[in-house]
């Protein structure tokens, strides 16, 4: 082998070394970059790239709109991964793809755990408002009057989206289960006012029958005679002077209503927080504050002068909760998934039992272990500790303070 060949050889070598560390280059840099991204096959044909979200609940469903009236389409599991596609432009719901499937859909972001903040996502829709039914069992009927039909029923506690309403406001059009009906708002308990909803039924005037008389009536004569003795003058009746008035409470900010049968108002802003007093629906209470996230109001009962919290979604008034002071931040809250949540003096089960809440109550989040395995919360009133595997939480764990 001669000089030049062995030349030509050196070349190709250094060549290819070149080409290599130019192609390892370039795939370090794409995968920095798409690091909160990956892509997933669908339906054997196509593929859907985006970020990746986790589910944090046992059993969550898709849905085909942006609500929790919208019927289901799929079902997912705690630990499935999804993609995320978009948002709603109130960050409440997240549109997504499941991996290895045909399923597209809408699902809350309460129960998942994204690689990056909701926020960035497109704005795909907005969210429709929502109630939850405060009776045992709702009837939903085919118009809005107790004399229609009943086309399907509802039971306590459930999610349901709100389509429009009367203009008395005394039914509104709903959504559940991919069902169009009407309810009674009196049982609802409305995320918004009900009065912000569209009008979506208008009575029909009945027009009444006129009537020709072939020979017009004769027009009666009327003779009057005033007597001729006089009328006494009545004696004017005394005031009753002994009767106390009712001092009224001092309204000291603007008016607002209950728009639910029955309301707590408890000692801080949160659900786990102490009772200090119960309103009622139509109740009127004076609104003082609020909380940053508007999800908490801070009133004072008309008719007793308590002060204390109350969601703002059960308060119907004409001004805006924004216009309100902020006094307080809300804390994050959850859900509770088993039976009977045992609260615990200490984060472990060695720890006495100070309280205990059934499945379906909401309490407060305040703190966490450093392994957020077990958080401090605020249940009945009373603080203690929970294991997190039986609650489904507002806001990441990990985003609460270690204590």
């Known amino acids: 082998m001669n000089k030049r060949s062995l030349s030509l050889i050196n070349r190709r070598h250094i060549s290819m070394m070149l080409v290599g560390l130019v192609v390892m280059l370039v795939v370090l840099l794409s995968g920095a970059g798409v690091a909160s991204a990956e892509t997933f096959s669908q339906d054997g044909s196509t593929s859907v790239t985006g970020p990746v979200a986790m589910i944090t609940t ?154 020709t008389f072939a020979t017009p009536l004769p027009t009666p004569t009327l003779v009057l005679t005033l007597p001729t003795t006089p009328v006494p003058t009545a004696t004017p009746l005394q005031p009753n002077t002994t009767a106390t008035a009712v001092p009224a409470v001092p309204a000291s900010g603007p008016p607002g209503t209950i728009t639910t049968g029955r309301l707590n108002v408890r000692s801080g802003p949160g659900p786990g927080y102490g009772i200090v007093e119960t309103v009622s629906h139509w109740d009127t209470v004076y609104l003082l504050g609020r909380t940053g996230d508007m999800g908490w109001l801070y009133i004072q009962v008309s008719w007793s002068g308590t002060m204390g919290w109350v969601g703002s979604r059960y308060v119907e008034t004409e001004v805006l909760f924004s216009s309100l002071p902020v006094l307080a931040q809300a804390p994050p809250w959850a859900v509770v998934k088993t039976g009977l949540l045992n609260v615990r003096s200490g984060p472990g089960t060695d720890f006495d039992v100070v309280t205990t809440v059934y499945q379906g109550r909401l309490i407060s989040l305040i703190g966490r272990t450093a392994d957020n395995s077990w958080v401090k919360v605020v249940a009945n009133g009373v603080e203690g500790w929970a294991t997190t595997l039986h609650i489904s939480a507002s806001a990441p764990i990990s985003t609460l303070p270690i204590q």
């Open 58 to 211: 046992g059993r969550l469903n898709v849905r085909n709109g942006p609500g929790p009236g919208y019927a289901s389409v799929g079902i997912l599991s705690h630990w499935d991964k999804v993609i995320l596609l978009g948002r709603t432009t109130n960050n409440g719901w997240v549109k997504i793809a499941v991996p290895d499937s045909t399923v597209e859909g809408w699902i809350s972001t309460l129960y998942i755990e994204a690689e990056i903040p909701v926020s960035t996502l497109p704005a795909l829709a907005v969210a429709d408002p929502w109630a939850i039914v405060t009776a045992p069992l709702l009837n939903v009927r085919a118009g809005p009057g107790f004399t229609h039909s009943v086309i399907t029923t509802i039971s306590k506690g459930k999610l349901i989206t709100l389509v429009g309403r009367t203009a008395d406001r005394a039914f509104a059009e709903i959504l559940t289960d991919g069902i169009k009906g009407w309810v009674s708002t009196y049982y609802l308990a409305a995320g918004s006012p009900i009065s912000n909803l569209p009008v979506t039924w208008v009575e029909t005037a009945t027009p009444i029958p006129t009537f």
